[in-house]
């Protein structure tokens, strides 16, 4: 039993090694490259105007600003009764208000810390509070377009 044993634990000695290099070897190569998961990114402009809709007034291009059409999507449900009234493939309950980030009340352009961190944004160097420095971040503000 002792010789068995002492054979079992040598061929874990030798094939361990050796199955951990050949795993390594198929993993793909860690150039510093990807630092965060790739987010969901949809449609961003979708009048196609070449303004993102973020920095659209008027996404859909229907002539009514945004803030004031009551059918963002232009789908035919009006947007307090749309599940995903921007859709863009995004239940609303998990969208998020885009013009008010913190939730706070105050919109993001008024709003001179829209992270709600204490931090004003002019003097915050991690706008998104992701843990990741904006000058490391690719999407330092987190809504989805590459910076």
Do not use: C, W
């Not at 068995?4 to 951990?20: E, T």
């Not at 860690?30 to 965060?36: A, L, S």
């Not at 998961?37 to 859909?60: S, Y």
């Not at 002539?63 to 449900?77: H, M, T, V």
Request: negative net charge.
């Amino acid at each position: 039993a002792l010789i068995v044993a002492a054979v079992a634990f040598l061929l874990a000695v030798i094939i361990y090694p050796v199955q951990f290099a050949k795993d390594l070897e198929d993993a793909p190569p860690k150039d510093g490259t990807v630092v965060e998961p790739r987010l969901f990114r949809g449609d961003l402009d979708f009048d196609n105007d070449k303004i993102l809709d973020h920095l659209d007034p008027d996404d859909d291009n229907d002539g009514i600003l945004d803030e004031d059409d009551p059918d963002d999507d232009n789908d035919g449900i009006l947007d307090e009764k749309d599940m995903d009234d921007d859709n863009d493939g995004i239940l609303d309950e998990f969208d998020g208000n885009q013009e008010d980030f913190d939730g706070d009340n105050i919109s993001n352009a008024e709003d001179d810390d829209d992270d709600n961190d204490g931090i004003p944004d002019d003097e915050d160097n991690d706008d998104d509070n992701d843990g990741i420095p904006d000058g490391l971040d690719s999407d330092d503000d987190n809504d989805g377009i590459i910076d």
